[in-house]
């Protein structure tokens, strides 16, 4: 059984700070609601390493929006449809569609500096988008140019203090009700933070797995955090694997970026052949979770661990251009991209599900919010469709903002809220081994091919960790195992549950989509089983 808190504590006697808005995380999501935030409220924004250390650091590709007139929020809608497999929010969608390009523009005034050509905005084309609407910035280095500008604004607000490297180990609620969040300081000292509103900005969970090509900070803490708290998650076994990512010895899991099969990049079997003409008219455009199951099935037939992806044709200066990241990554190891084909195979790298929220980006808990990777506001269904995280975030971001408008003050003062379960002893295996355990266990069992006795292997296996909860747990790196383990155990329920393929899900005892059966979405919260939700989503 996952308990409600991680740590015993008594509200009554922690050291106690009050402010209007808690933001948890500081990548694009936390980033840009603290800032809008900020124009009328105080905010505490919290994040467990550096201000500029997220997710959205590394996102390469770009963030799409509609710009160029040959397209329309229409398209953009078809497209989003397409990929999310059926399971795509029509509302969500929609808004994401026509406010997308004005959160854009609102990035542009904040400092951040697209990529321009013949001085209009340079657009890219990604898999699965049918127009050229991906804008970039540095050739491949657009998410970090969003949080340089975005943290400089942070850092220069009056109304936001940051407190870098300190942790939430959770939210504290009463009645259905957020009153703020229980945090650790890089002392290893606590202290109760009440807020009008917290929001969840925490980001992915990339970690959970063996392979990915996320940061190490990607530990899924804040869906764990709801999950304990008695929020709704939804379709957590969702998760995206992107199809190169680079894999090559005494290399890290690079992200190569899905902007490179845009600009024509083929994939090669370790034979050479080109191969994905078997797989999809689309052929290396294709939707990511298509193009990864394809990659994994040339891996299996030549005994291979990883394909080649080429874009030899194009010119040196080209690609120093428009990848300049990658670029000057491969040849680190070296590997020049105008005449060597890079290895690559597919890594853990985006999470479709998340703490479901309302499309003002509100869970089921009154003040607690989500936004970014770590919600499910219904805009990625069961698969998402390459840039539109970045959008998604500065979308519901203002609309998180608008709502923390509406909220009347919190007239609340701690009483009887004390946790006492005797938690002392301290994990007698080493974290990092569980860690390790944890995330073999993922790529084995719960990985981009799924069955049932796979499934419940994993589901075993993790199971075996639950008595981490009754340890006395105090260092970072312990609460993330914690979230981890409670994250991995929600993926691999939902994934036992959904007995079909769909999206970035995929069983191999049940290879077809069934939408007369499962085009639903499984709700999972701390006090209940997993719940189908039937929608109209489309």
Known sequence: MIPQYLVDFDLQTLPRTKTDVIVIGSGIAGLYTAIQASQDRHVIMITKKA??????????GGIAAVISEDDSPQYHRQDTLMAGAGLCSSSSVDLLVNEGPEGVKELIRLGTTFDLENGELALTQEG?????????ANGDATGYEIVRALAEKVAEHDHIEVWEHHFVIDVITEDGECKGALVQ?????RIFVQANATVLCSGGAGQLYRYTTNPEVATADGVAIAYRAGAEVRDMEFIQFHPTALCYPGAPRFLISEAVRG???????????????????LLELAPRDIVARAILSEMDETKSTFVYLDITHEPEDMLKHRFPT???TCMTYGLDMSTDWIPVAPAAHYMMGGVKTDLNGESSIKRLFACGEVSSTGVHGANRLASNSL????VFGRRIVNRLRELSPLDWEPKDIRVDEGRLESPRQAIVERRLKLQKVMVRYVGLRRNKTLLLKGLDELKRQLPIFQSGLSKREEFEFANMLTSSLLVTSAALSREESRGAHYREDFPLRDDEGWRKH????????IVEEISDDV
Do not use: C, W
């Open 263 to 281: 600009e024509g990049a083929v994939l090669r079997n370790i034979k050479g052949e080109r191969f994905m003409e078997k797989y999809h008219e």
């Open 128 to 136: 699965a988008h049918s127009h050229r609407r991906i804008l970039h």
């Open 326 to 328: 990658i670029y000057e």
């Open 185 to 189: 300081r890089p002392d290893g000292q």
């Open 391 to 394: 959008s998604e975030a500065i």
């Open 51 to 60: 201000l500029l250390e997220s997710n959205t650091r590394y996102a390469q």
């Open 522 to 529: 499984l709700l999972q919260r701390r006090d209940q089983e």
